[in-house]
């Protein structure tokens, strides 16, 4: 039987390789993370506050999240080559996939001198704890602010939004800290205010790395609901049938979509295939090929080479 075939491309790259505006404040807040790192991990161990030099180690974790960001920009912009026929866009999930490994040693230096500092507990200024966290509601709270107004129109905004927002209450916690150390003298609040941050980080972190793992061996990215996305193709006017449907990541920021697609015989292609390009645009599927096939010709079985 003699089959149909219609093959649609549909890449829709965006804009955020080229927000000028969007670079500059992911620059900006790179800078201002990373001197605030810098200069809390030097009081956490002049003043010996394991409190701290844990928030730095989570700080650190920011400036790591900030700058994955922002190689996204340059990897977004990689053009396709005989070898990488996606340029360079998967190395931001292998980027992001390090960044969890780093982060979970991290973790472990907390917890393993968090029971060192349970054993033995030792004097902590609190006043200059408490004072050095209250610049990092501010460092954090004025990251959060510049990310806001970007964060509805990239998903790695959004996640680098919330990230500082919870690194503001963070921050709370350990002023807090400071202020009963400061008013009781209960020094002992340091190494279990270092076990919750250590605990705040382990939940991000066991997130970020289920998820590069996941995207690392091509799975559907969580954002994406692969039953819905089947739904509603199969609910576009003139779609009879929908099979080898395979939805992958290309990037953090990216999804790529193929499939095959049965269309009625009094149908248009074309206009199905527009049908199904805009549902699949609002779904968060940026790169899609389409392949189409009129009904009573279809591949036998689903079987098609």
């Not at 199969?234 to 790529?256: C, F, M, Q, Y």
């Not at 009094?266 to 699949?280: F, N, R, T, W, Y």
């Amino acid at each position: 039987m003699e089959h149909v075939h219609h093959h649609h491309h549909h890449h829709d790259h965006g804009s955020i390789a080229d927000n000028e505006g969007l670079r500059k404040v992911y620059i900006v807040s790179i800078v201002l993370n990373i001197s605030f790192v810098l200069i809390e991990a030097a009081i956490g161990l002049w003043k010996n506050s394991l409190g701290l030099l844990s928030d730095a180690g989570h700080n650190l974790s920011d400036v790591f999240s900030l700058l994955l960001a922002l190689i996204a920009f340059r990897l977004a912009g990689t053009r396709p080559t005989e070898k990488f026929t996606y340029g360079y866009r998967k190395g931001s999930v292998l980027i992001s996939l390090l960044n969890a490994a780093i982060l979970l040693v991290a973790v472990g230096a907390i917890l393993v001198e968090s029971v060192h500092k349970f054993m033995a507990p030792v004097a902590v200024d609190g006043g200059a704890v408490a004072w050095t966290a209250a610049v990092g509601i501010v460092i954090n709270g004025l990251t959060a602010f510049l990310l806001m107004k970007h964060q509805k129109n990239d998903i790695n905004t959004r996640g680098a939004f919330l990230h500082m927002a919870a690194d503001t209450l963070v921050s709370v916690g350990v002023v807090i800290s400071g202020i009963v150390i400061s008013l009781t003298g209960w020094n002992i609040i340091d190494p279990i205010i270092g076990v919750v941050i250590a605990a705040v980080i382990l939940v991000g972190t066991w997130d970020l790395l289920s998820e590069s793992v996941r995207m690392s061996i091509d799975a559907v990215p969580e954002s994406i609901d692969r039953d819905e996305v089947l739904s509603e193709m199969n609910e576009v006017e003139g779609v009879k049938d929908v099979h080898h449907l395979h939805i992958w990541p290309i990037s953090t920021t990216e999804t790529a979509l193929t499939a095959h697609v049965v269309v009625a015989g009094d149908a248009e292609p074309e206009s199905v295939v527009a049908g199904i390009k805009h549902h699949l645009s609002h779904a968060g599927i940026s790169h899609a090929t389409i392949e189409t096939e009129r009904e009573g010709s279809e591949c036998p079985d689903h079987d098609c080479c």
